[in-house]
């Protein structure tokens, strides 16, 4: 067995850590940080963990060696931490953005904020198995994706690898309020959160780096459409809050190669994700599901994809749904250790989903 320990264990993303590892069979959860909740029981902050399990929450002081190590910490922490976190296991994931991005440069311009440990940046691989997976298997380090960069890269990927889209790309998402984690604001208030349709960030996401640079490694774009080199794709998020706790969907217009057809979409997809465990497109004639749709992946690993052509307007559009909290983040670094660990890759992560909910 396993010993795993997670730092920052009482907010969103360290209770989904914990839903899914207290059912892995080649795990044993060994400590949970975290101040607020120190000597009570998980469940203090966790009430689905009732009765699941006497683990009680320890202060971050008082963390000790174990094999692999899960960080749910608020951006820009971790990375001040990280030189002791590194002394406590040899295989870490991080589940937060400071190690996603490879460039000290471009984390500072998103960020705002002068990296802590710039020198570290590179030791870390993506955590989106779908595309480093032979990458996460040598790994100790591990930087999950953004939530909303996670969808956008799974449903862009193939498009961008197969050169079947130009360079103008639109995402559209919308979010659930649990991606902004438990600590409370005015925003997420309930008389001002509920029933909202807020567009809270139109422009200047800052998941648009990750994107970039996950999507710029495997750009092989319409070669009618070279990018720029200092410019190698062209992304926009408007991302918009929806009265939803759980899930994101992105609608994703782009612009296809001249002469693309349905087929060479399915043939893209099929061919990056045919044999994946958690992607499955979704594409129906009839009936009511027939793109992604967020709700039906609550608590579920899955990446739903769908897609439709606009011939009159010239358009691909993709449609792409994730639960934020399992393959958005949780789910993801769930997947990773189970790669990085040599275990079967979908291990403790097989729930299938609720229907109706
Ligand atoms: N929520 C999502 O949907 C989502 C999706 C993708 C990625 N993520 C990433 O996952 C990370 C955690 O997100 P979250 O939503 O779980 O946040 P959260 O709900 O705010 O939880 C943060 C956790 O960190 C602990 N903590 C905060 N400041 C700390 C400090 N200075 N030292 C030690 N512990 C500290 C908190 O516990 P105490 O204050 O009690 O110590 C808590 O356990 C973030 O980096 C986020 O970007 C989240």
């Known amino acids: 067995m396993l010993q795993i320990s997670i730092y920052g264990g009482s907010g969103y993303a360290g209770g989904e850590l914990l839903r899914i590892l207290l059912g892995h069979p080649q795990v044993t959860i060994k400590e949970v940080t975290s101040r607020a909740y120190a000597g009570r029981f998980i469940h203090a902050a966790h009430p689905n963990l009732r009765q699941v399990s006497e683990l009680k929450f320890i202060h971050p002081d008082e963390l000790t060696e174990c094999d692999v190590l899960f960080v749910a910490l608020p951006n820009k922490v971790s990375m001040t931490l990280m030189p002791e976190l590194k002394k406590k296991a040899q295989k870490i994931i991080d589940l937060g953005a400071d190690f996603r991005l490879r460039d000290p440069a471009q984390f500072e311009d998103w960020y705002h904020t002068k990296h802590a440990l710039p020198s570290m940046m590179s030791e870390f691989v993506y955590g989106i198995a779908e595309l480093h997976r032979s990458a996460i298997q040598k790994a100790s380090y591990i930087a999950c994706g953004g939530c909303e960069a996670t969808v956008s890269i799974l449903s862009l990927y193939p498009l961008v690898k ?25 925003s997420s208030h309930h008389p001002e959160r509920s029933g909202v349709v807020r567009s809270y960030m139109p422009t200047g996401h800052r998941h648009t780096a990750e994107i970039l640079q996950e999507l710029s490694s495997h750009l092989l774009l319409d070669p009618s459409d070279k990018p720029q080199d200092d410019k190698p794709l062209d992304i926009a998020i408007s991302a918009t809050a929806i009265d939803m706790v759980r899930g994101i969907l992105v609608t994703i217009h782009t612009t296809p190669r001249e002469g693309l057809t349905e087929k060479d979409v399915w043939k893209a997809y099929r061919t990056e994700y045919g044999a994946e465990p958690f ?39 993709v449609i792409g749904a994730i639960d934020n909290l399992v393959k958005g983040t949780a789910g993801q670094a769930v997947q990773a250790m189970n790669i990085m660990c040599g275990f079967t890759e979908t291990t403790g992560l097989e729930f299938i989903g609720l229907h109706p909910i």
Not at 162 to 175: E, F, P, S, T
């Open 162 to 186: 197969h050169g079947l889209i130009q360079n103008n790309i639109i995402i559209d998402a919308k979010m659930g309020s649990s991606q902004a984690g438990l600590s409370p604001t005015l």
């Open 279 to 317: 992607i499955r497109i979704v594409k129906e004639r009839t009936g009511i599901y027939r793109y992604p749709e967020p709700k039906l992946l609550q608590g579920t690993n899955y990446c739903d994809i769908g897609f439709e052509m606009d011939t009159r307007s010239n358009r691909l559009v």
